[in-house]
Nanobody, 116 residues
Framework: QVQLVESGGGLVQAGGSLRLSCAAS????????MAWFRQAPGKQRELVAG???????NCADSVKGRFTISRDNAKNTVYLQMNSLKPEDTAVYYC??????????WGQGTQVTVSS
């Protein structure tokens, strides 16, 4: 069984920075894409950023220029560096990974709160 564990969430003032980590463990042969999603209260879950096994990345327009996704394949870990945080970035952030020929796994989420 595969497990994803997020860390790094917390409370930060507007304009501050935060770095999220998501580590995958368990029976893993390979990890394809990894991504970060977020969901604010009363809103749909949305894609924040994604990264392929080859290192290609994409970010949502709302975070482009402020957030950066990266991965460490040796550690089965994906990161989300969040800079210039805004109150509207407040949400639960979820990690997703596609593992072992296309099986999707989700983390439990980590809360990010940005105060004004």
């Amino acid at each position: 069984q595969v497990q994803l564990v997020e860390s790094g969430g917390g409370l930060v003032q507007a304009g501050g920075s935060l770095r999220l980590s998501c580590a995958a463990s368990g029976s893993i042969s390979s990890i394809n894409g990894m991504a970060w999603f977020r969901q604010a209260p009363g809103k749909q879950r949305e894609l924040v950023a994604g990264i392929t096994s080859g290192g290609s990345t994409n970010c949502a327009d709302s975070v482009k220029g402020r957030f950066t996704i990266s991965r460490d394949n040796a550690k089965n870990t994906v990161y989300l560096q969040m800079n210039s945080l805004k109150p509207e970035d407040t949400a639960v952030y979820y990690c997703k990974a596609t593992i072992n020929w296309g099986k999707d796994y989700w983390g439990q989420g980590t809360q990010v709160t940005v105060s004004s």
